[in-house]
């Protein structure tokens, strides 16, 4: 982990999970796989929206279907790096 | 208040539409083999396991198993399961190849909004995993020259002379 600490909230590490996931995936997706992506990390997509704050990271509507966007792409980045999960190494492997 | 899900959520915009659940914005066309590769790709901190990419993909299992020892074999991802009969994948991170694709999802990013994502990675990249293999390696190769500090005077960029008035 790297030691300073960037601005906003901080989504920790399994969150962190999350927002590198999303970003691969062209940064939006359905949220019913955004909640299983969730739910594997240990939390609800919907919490973490509201304590990451909808200018960060925000529901939307796509043919009458929920998506979830990443808007601050900045500071998804920062908190990556942050957890060294930019360009990932060997991490805590979860078991499926 | 009303909760998320309660009042009307805002639309998504019809630029973001095409590059919703496709891999990697259709560069790839929507095959199997591309849509586990950008599965992976996004979160290689857990171990795989065929049927759970056949739900994720919605493909058959023989599909999925295919893609797979695919992937095996360019050395992308491999088996760590002891039972041979029920096959555990994890991502080779690695792999150059992981590392590539980890900087195109981001280049798709970039180039899409304008942003800077695939740069970051670069630079966290080079600081983590270059920067202290290959200092020496630029101190020891580099000539004065390549700095442009000649003895005869003459200007010199990058071990090239540049002609003057070019």
């Known amino acids: ?21 999303l970003k691969k995936r062209g940064g939006l997706r359905g949220v019913v796989d955004c909640e299983r ?15 990451m704050g909808e200018e960060r990271i925000a529901l939307y509507l796509s043919r009458g279907n929920k998506v979830i966007v990443l808007k601050d792409k900045v500071w998804a980045d920062q908190w990556m790096i942050h957890y060294d999960l930019e360009v990932p190494h060997h991490r805590h492997w979860i078991d499926l | 208040m009303n909760t998320m899900s309660e009042r009307t959520l805002p639309e998504l915009p019809e630029s973001l539409e095409e590059f919703l659940d496709i ?19 996004a979160d290689p901190t857990i171990h795989y396991r ?20 695919k992937l ?49 990675a670069i630079l966290d990249y080079y600081h983590k995993n270059l920067e202290n293999q290959d200092k020496p390696l630029a101190h020891a190769t580099a000539s004065p020259e390549m700095w442009g500090i ?17």
């Open chain 2, 23 to 41: 891999p990697y914005g259709g560069l790839f066309g929507n095959s199997a083999l591309a849509q586990i590769v950008e599965g992976i790709v």
């Open chain 1, 1 to 21: 982990m790297n030691t300073s600490v960037p601005g906003g909230p901080d989504p920790k590490e399994k969150g962190a999970i999350f927002l590198g996931w």
């Open chain 2, 72 to 120: 095996v074999q360019l050395g992308l991802i491999e088996n760590v399961s002891k039972d041979s009969h029920h096959p555990v994948y994890r991502v080779v991170v690695e792999s150059k190849k992981f590392i590539a694709l980890s900087l195109l999802a981001y280049a798709l990013l970039d180039d899409r909004d304008k942003t800077r994502c695939m740069d970051t």
């Open chain 2, 150 to 166: 000649t003895a005869d005077g003459k200007p010199h960029k990058h071990g090239f002379v540049v002609a003057e008035g070019v």
């Open chain 1, 37 to 51: 992506k969730c739910k594997e990390n240990g939390f609800e997509a919907k919490w973490f929206i509201k304590d």
């Open chain 2, 50 to 69: 065929p049927k759970y990419l056949e739900e994720l993909t919605g493909r058959k299992p023989k599909t999925v198993r295919d893609a797979l020892q």
